[in-house]
């Protein structure tokens, strides 16, 4: 089963910076996507930033230039680099695993942690 622990949210003013980080453990195939999500109150979640099992990286528009998504060696870490934050970034982050396949093509996921919060403030 995996699981998967964020860490590293925040309260930062606007213009400042934040690295979120998901341990992850208890992989049992050899390859998996993930990525970062987020969810503000009366919004739908949204895909800030993944990494597919490739490699390839994707990121929303919205955080495009000021988020960075990597992975530790192991690819069993994922972290987000968040600079130039903006009050719009507050939310709740979510990490999220899949194994490769078809789920991870139409990036759904079925791992997910519990969240850490960012707060940025004006």
């Known amino acids: 089963q995996v699981m998967l622990v964020e860490s590293g949210g925040g309260s930062v003013q606007a213009g400042g910076s934040l690295r979120l980080s998901c341990e992850g453990s208890?992989?049992?195939?050899?390859?998996?996507?993930m990525a970062w999500f987020r969810r503000t109150p009366g919004k739908e979640r949204e895909e800030v930033a993944s990494?597919?099992?490739?490699?390839?990286?994707s990121y929303a528009d919205s955080v495009k230039g000021r988020f960075t998504i990597s992975q530790d060696n192991t690819k069993n870490n994922l972290y987000l680099q968040m600079i130039s934050l903006k009050p719009e970034d507050t939310a709740m982050y979510y990490c999220?695993?899949?194994?490769?396949?078809?789920?991870?093509?139409?990036?759904?996921?079925?791992?997910w942690g519990q969240g850490t919060q960012v707060t940025v403030s004006s």
């Open positions: 208890g992989y049992s195939y050899p390859s998996y996507c």
């Open positions: 999220a695993a899949e194994v490769a396949g078809q789920s991870c093509d139409l990036h759904l996921y079925g791992y």
């Open positions: 990494v597919a099992a490739d490699g390839t990286i």
